[in-house]
């Protein structure tokens, strides 16, 4: 062994930390162990096994400081005195693998590296906790549609939710009165229980989740006649959603503890109202601002006039400036929709657009020539402009 590079082994750098060597160690470890080539043929049994045993020792060897130190100064971790090294010298322990403290001579738990390994038994320790530890309940994603009205000045609306809530009368237990429970016999109410596989390495232990208690330590000796033993009921209730003016289209209303309830004890989810809001016939809404086109008469955008413009609060006039050009933006302020976390409004953008008439009878026609040839081109800027740059 000492021939072969253990940091190459390991595929690190001389200068790696613990948790580095760790890392590296975790993943090939997992790569060859040997219960993962049960199935495959007896030459890479083989070759899994010689890089089992290699990485392993590699590991021993740099995870342990006095040896690491006399590694990296004498190419041995035996010191001056150890030549090419005793083989396996640090593997001893490793056959010992099944007592819950044969991990140690590694510098490390290896139930911690090997829970993964051995995950499809139950899990790891951590799972006996989480099976008891009180779980938040889902969220309830629900939707509602408004009007335009609704979502600019606010609304109440009552909606009828179905979701999931605890058994009253056994306490979300699923035992009758909540009481009828016994000591599981099967992990004698620890929660866990373990396993031992035999290898060709020696013995593992894995240590998981009962079974039959799901790690609780307890058993239903006899379960609520209401809820069947489930400790859940599905119940539809009425909840009354307070819709905020200026709210808008894709946005969200959040309740707290009003979602699906929790387990063990757990806060309740959220329901949240994903909101759907309809177009208008005439307005369109950016942000808290509104945008409207209004078209007008040739001779109304030539002279002047004013206008009957409506808004979300009745109609307001607008006075049209003489000579005004199509698609010019007239701007009310304070017209649009109120702002969602503020007390004023937005803004009413109007967009005057020139409509040309169409159908003329002759008579129209030859008052439109008369009137076009007292026209003179300076009465027409942009037009002028145009024929000057020609």
Partial sequence: ??????????????TASADELKSAYRKLAK?????????????????????????????????DPQKRAA??????????????????SGFGGFSGFGGSHSGQGFGFDMDDIFSSIFSGFGGGRSQQSRANAPQRGSDIRVGM?????????GVQKKISVKRVENCAACNGTGAKDGKAF?????????????????????????????????????VITETCKICGGQGRTERVREITVNVPAGIDNGQTITYAGEGN??????????????????????????GSDLQLEVPLTISEAALGCTLSIPTLKGAKELRI????????????????????????????????????????????????????????????PKKKDYKDKL
């Fill in 1 to 14: 062994m000492a021939d072969k590079n253990y940091y190459d082994i390991l595929g690190v750098s001389k």
């Fill in 71 to 88: 590694y990296d100064e004498y190419g041995s971790e035996n010191g001056p005195m150890g030549g090419g090294g005793s083989g396996f």
């Fill in 145 to 153: 549609t408004l009007t335009f009205e609704e979502a600019a000045f």
């Fill in 31 to 63: 790569k060859y162990h040997p219960d993962l080539y049960t199935n495959a043929s007896e030459a890479e049994k083989k070759n899994a096994e010689a890089k089992f045993k290699e990485i392993n020792h590699a590991y021993d060897v740099l995870s």
């Fill in 261 to 286: 309830g929790g387990r063990n004890g757990g806060e309740r989810g959220s329901l949240v109202v994903e909101i759907t809001v309809k177009p208008h016939k005439l307005f369109r809404r950016v």
């Fill in 321 to 380: 400036p003489e000579g005004t050009q199509s698609g010019t933006v007239f701007r009310m302020k304070n017209c649009g929709v109120k702002k969602l976390r503020a007390n004023d409004n937005g803004d009413l953008f109007v967009k005057v657009m020139v409509e040309v008439p169409k159908n003329l009878s002759r008579e129209q026609k030859d008052i439109l020539r008369k009137l076009d040839a007292a026209f003179e081109l300076r009465q027409f």
């Fill in 182 to 218: 016994k000591t599981c016999t099967n992990c004698n109410g620890t929660g866990r229980i373990t396993q031992v596989q035999r290898t060709p390495f020696g013995q593992f232990s894995s240590t998981g989740v009962c079974p039959t208690c799901k790690g609780t330590g307890k």
